[in-house]
């Protein structure tokens, strides 16, 4: 077994991820219809496979049929790639959003870098990074005020913040007394396989 921190660097360097990422699509899409409760789910998906002409296509028809039965996927990028792809990305939203799919930015806040792309790209939500939410103990220490720095840039823009990385109680409590619309972490429910 190999971690998607390895694998991944790995697929894009050999040039496969439009292969990894429709693997990972068709398992998904074939799963019967009663095993999303409710018909939702977010899926990591590489920038670079919306770059490969075959990939887009295929994707664009499966998101259609997707659309006719009424599940919607979320897609997420990680922030360091989305903003180096962000034309592609803005388009690949214009496409999905009308068959009523989302597009959400992962690790939001990690890189420090300024979030003017966010008013260009209009991602329907940002999943603040696990790193800063285990720098957030109290409500008053300056992880928590980053935390609701970047709750007001988000929201002033009508962008949904999620905060992943939730593990403890503790967390949990300084975290949901921040702006915050959602949390995701094992302490809210730990992982459990699709197939």
Request: hydrophobic fraction near 40%; proline fraction near 6%; glycine fraction near 6%.
């Amino acid at each position: 077994h190999l971690s998607a921190g390895t694998l991944l660097p790995l697929a894009e360097q050999l040039g496969v991820m439009p292969d990894l990422d429709r693997i990972i699509l068709e398992h998904i899409f074939a799963l019967p219809s009663t095993r999303f409760t409710p018909p939702k789910m977010a899926i990591n998906l590489s920038p670079l496979s919306l770059t490969d002409e075959e990939f887009a296509t295929w994707l664009f028809a499966q998101l259609q049929q997707c659309g006719d039965i009424g599940l919607q996927l979320s897609f997420e990028f990680p922030e360091f790639r989305a903003m180096q792809h962000l034309s592609l990305l803005k388009t690949f939203a214009e496409r999905i959003r009308p068959m009523g799919h989302t597009l959400g930015i992962d690790h939001f806040g990690q890189g420090l870098t300024h979030f003017g792309y966010l008013r260009s790209l209009i991602p329907d939500y940002v999943k603040i990074d696990r790193a800063i939410t285990n720098e957030v103990h109290t409500d008053k220490d300056d992880s928590s005020f980053f935390v609701s720095t970047l709750c007001t840039v988000a929201h002033s823009l009508d962008i949904r913040v999620i905060v992943e990385g939730v593990e403890t109680e503790q967390q949990w409590r300084t975290v949901t007394a921040l702006p915050v619309d959602a949390v995701q972490g094992y302490y809210i429910q730990r992982p459990e396989p699709v197939l």
